[in-house]
């Protein structure tokens, strides 16, 4: 048999050798059929040696498992290890508790915020876009409940549907005093929002938008943490108003990790993850200032300049609503990054037991 014969043997390729000068087919043939046509080549040819390496190409993931297999990939997806034991996912060092509120949305300032125009429409925008975003989350972390196996993630995304839920129904009860006390054109204004939704729903696989959801959940976590974190962001909210959006960050800091540790369990792709992010800002800012501008222009608040310097200190200055949270925002973009890195749980006990007052009913901890 001639060298040139030989070389054209198909060995696995998992245990291709370098020496060998054309691709070779995968079989199940292991190491001692290398072997065997290592020691013929040896004999009919100038080559005395070859030296095996692994295979370190990626196995893609809708491949069987085979001898090539990455042994942590199913683990990775279905949440269990080797020979059936669970694997635990969840990174979340606290339990998140469901709590139904409710807040008594009766006389409501026009300008609720230190009767600051620009101020208050900007976070009316923001209250605008909760309830139809929470759906959206809601449904892209239900694509996947099903394919988990650790009961802890599994007992933290109940909370976390029922948390973002109970955030929906409040925000619109809100929204609704915003229409029915001051004429506020939210309905017509939301249709842009509600058509992205609805687009993305039908354009985006379902792993883009849970990647799009942990991105919107980072954001969403980083402004909570300003909230609780510095008492002059919400010195200036009048009445409970104040209390609605400290539960809202109390609970996005309790859940902020579980859409994300859901992401890392199906998918976990780096790439996708921060353009998702980089997409989720882009969006979340065209809609919020959007609505900002379009509340402005109804209330002919768009020339106070007053105001406009107000809203303005607000987000760079004091209490920094914008550039307070850029390095945490950022951090998003590390690939080892996971939420609790910033781990600040020593913020929400302070406020547990303010909530209470509007408490109508607390489901089980997950």
């Avoid at 029922?162 to 054109?185: C, T, V, Y």
């Avoid at 020593?346 to 997950?366: C, F, M, Q, T």
Wanted: aromatic fraction near 10%.
């Amino acid at each position: 048999m001639s060298g040139e014969s030989l070389l054209a043997a198909p060995p696995c390729r998992r245990h291709r050798t370098s020496l060998l000068p054309r691709p070779m087919a995968a079989n199940d043939r292991f190491s001692a059929d290398i072997n065997l046509q290592a020691s013929r080549l040896a004999s009919h040819s100038k080559v005395t040696g070859l030296f095996m390496r692994p295979c370190t190409r990626p196995r893609p993931r809708d491949r069987p498992a085979g001898p090539c297999a990455d042994p942590d990939t199913s683990a990775r997806r279905d949440g269990r290890k080797d020979g059936g034991e669970t694997a635990m996912i969840s990174k979340t060092p606290l339990r998140i508790r469901v709590r139904r509120m409710d807040y008594d949305m009766s006389g409501l300032r026009r300008y609720w915020y230190n009767d600051n125009a620009w101020i208050t429409h900007f976070l009316n925008a923001l209250s605008t876009t909760f309830p139809d975003g929470e759906r959206f989350f809601i449904h892209s972390v239900r694509n996947f409940e099903q394919q988990i196996r650790d009961p802890e993630l599994q007992a933290q995304i109940r909370a976390f549907i029922g948390q973002e839920a109970n955030h929906g129904k409040e925000h619109e009860a809100f929204n609704q005093a915003l229409i029915d006390q001051h004429g506020l054109p939210l309905e017509s204004k939301l249709k842009f929002m509600k058509n992205a939704l609805a687009w993305a729903k039908k354009r985006w696989s379902p792993r883009e938008q849970l990647a799009m959801t942990a991105g919107f959940e980072h954001f969403t976590a980083i402004l909570a943490n300003l909230l609780l974190e510095r008492k002059d962001a919400i010195a200036d909210i009048a009445g409970v108003y104040s209390d609605m959006f400290l539960w809202h960050a109390v609970e996005e800091t309790e859940h902020k990790a579980v859409a994300f540790d859901l992401y890392q369990a199906v998918d976990g792709d780096y790439w996708l993850r921060v353009k998702s992010m980089a997409l989720a800002t882009f969006f979340f800012m065209l809609v919020t200032l959007r609505m900002q501008y379009s509340l402005l222009k109804h209330d002919n608040q768009l020339g106070n300049w007053r105001d406009a310097l107000g809203f303005a200190k607000f987000m760079l200055v004091k209490p920094g609503f914008l550039t307070r949270i850029i390095p945490q925002y950022l951090d998003y973009y590390r690939p080892g990054f996971h939420p609790w890195q910033h781990d600040n749980r020593h913020l929400i006990d302070p406020h547990i037991a303010a909530l209470a007052a509007h408490e109508l009913h607390a489901v089980k901890a997950a």
